[in-house]
Structures are given as C-alpha cells and as structure tokens.
C-alpha cells in the first residue's frame, strides 16, 4: 500500500489482500498459457516453518490465508475468464475435458458474460456484456481471447475500483435438443488501480478511502448447524447469512468467517497454543468456506450465503449433546469482527451421523 500509516491490524489485513492479488494473477498467468507447449507452475512453499504473513497457504495452526484464497478463485471451476493485466483483455480457459460420443453434448458450452465496475461506495459505475464468437461458445481445452474484450478503465472510476465478472455457463443442448445440465453461475472479482499512474500499482486509497464499517451495519443468521460423524472425525456444518446494510456506504472487502468454541476451564495443551490474547474461546481450525472466494467483495444491501466447515476434533466425541460455537466475521474494513454468540449446534442423525 505505498508506505500509508496502518495500525497492526490493518497491516495484517492488506498482507492477506496482497497475497490473495499476487498468486490469483499467478496462477491466472499459467491458466492462460497452460494449452501450450511444456508449461508449468509449481508453487513452491505451501507452509511457512516460522511466522510469517505472505508466501505460504496455512500456518502452523492450519489457518488458511490469502494466498490459498487466491489460487481457489484462479482455479474455482474448469472454465475461467481471466483478466491479461499486461493488455487488460478478457480470455477464456476452458480446462474441461470431454472425450468420446458419450460426452459429445458437453464439449461445449454457451457462455453468457457481463462485467460491472464498482467504486469503493458499491456503486456501479459502469457495466456490460461481452460475447464470444461462434454463437458465443466454448469448447473443451481451449483458450481464446473474447473479441472486444478489452477493459477500460471507468472514467468516473476512483484511483482504485473493483471489477466483477459475472458468468453463466449454459449447457449446449445436444441433436435430439436434451440438455440435462444445469446453467452455471460463478463471479470472479478484482481490485484494481488504475493503470495510467503506471506501472506501480497504487492501492492506498483502500485504507485512506474506503469507508470504515461498524460491526451494527452487518446482520448474521444461522441457517443451520450441526456436526455428524465421518470416516475420520465428528465434522461441524454451520450454514451463515451474512447481510451488508445498505446505509453503510461501502463495499465489504476480503470477508473471513470463523468459528469459536468455548473454552473456559481445562482445554488442554493444544488448545492453549489456540487461545487469542485475552481470549477464553478456541478457534476451531482449518475452517472450509463455501464462499471465501466469489464474493470477496460484497455490496451494500446483498446477503451472502456461507457454508463453513470445520473438524471438532475432541470437543464432544463421546456425546451427542448440542455443542454451542461463536461465529465471527472479519473483513479489511471492518472496525471490529461481527460476532454471532452462543450458536447451538446439534447431532445430525442419519447415514454417517453421531
């Protein structure tokens, strides 16, 4: 961020949006040279073996960061539209692989795609559709560039704005006209400078900027919460609805959800290690969100849905009494993390429940 003054926490924060920037365009570099001739990645250092905020995936406690983040919204699905950041055209990359007469209805795919810019309010400064050629079609391991594909630059655009790529993926229909695929929707989101500063990208108006939001301007629901056992141990599910007021004013940027336990009398050794500074909860690690990647920036006004799970290792394993967790969400301009208290969660029954 070029030197602006941040607190600790907000130093942490944009360590994880600059990973999460720096290995989303890395595997996008590879992605769009992956049909050619010997190409490769290879990620070099998954964990880190001291602390440290950018170039690993997890830490020691299995806490995901922005870089695992990043490389899950490059690779989310098998058909990615990806941003050239050297000439600001759109690509599409479609990895599927479709061999045989038995999967001749799905070689290829109608895309549908529309890109929205968005300033650091929420607000759609401008939006379009951009078509492909040949009826606006995808074939099976293919890369091409979209014709007038080229991004612009909003001219009613801050220094900095985030770019939304809505895509829909609609089966093409075979010659007897079945189709029984379902469409497909998937969102891929950047956060941009603007390139006429040059080369240097200059994000600081993220933290000069872009409005500060209270803990009050978000609602957190629970859907549904439980833990069932599986092969290897009792696994929690915890379904979270996260709504962004709309008197907010700003964006939500890099949202993190996390689940707590209570731990107010013997938690043992490793839990320990766990317990945040002045704390009393554990933090039941790694956590698996269905969502930590296509809204990465939600607006104001929207819901999104979370689906976290997370290994309850020897909390309750001899017991199928409720367990009772907190959920928190966490963002890079949230003043302080939104907290959900005192959540039940109760023993699925069924196959493969406690």
Known sequence: LNGTRLTP??????????????????INGFLSHMLQYTTAVIIWKTQSPWPSMRGFMYDSYLESNGMLRGIKAALQRPLSVLLDMKTWELKVIDRRVATGPRHRARKSLQLL???????LDGEAVTRGPFLLEDGSTSSAMTARRIPGGR??????????CFLALDVEEQ?????SGDSKMRNAYFKQWYWLADPSNGSRSDFSP???????IDADGIQLAVRDCGYHLTSMDLQ???????????DVGAVLLYPTASIFHPCLMDCGMLDETMLRLGDTRRQLLPVLDSNDTEDMVQLPGTTVFHQLIAPLWDIGKETD????VDIELDGFNLI?????????????VGNGSV
């Open 236 to 246: 929690l599910v915890v379904e979270v609805e996260v709504h962004l007021n709309q």
């Open 151 to 160: 991004i612009a630059w909003p001219s009613n655009c801050s220094s900095v």
């Open 171 to 175: 089966p093409h229909t075979s010659e």
């Open 113 to 119: 795609l529309e890109y929205a810019w968005y300033n």
């Open 336 to 348: 302080e993390p939104a907290t959900l208290l005192q959540v039940v969660c109760m023993a699925k």
């Open 321 to 324: 009494a409720a367990i009772t």
């Open 9 to 26: 926490r907000q130093w942490c924060a944009a360590s994880q949006l600059a990973a999460y920037t720096q290995y989303q365009h890395l």
């Open 206 to 212: 993220l933290t000069t900027q872009l409005k500060q």
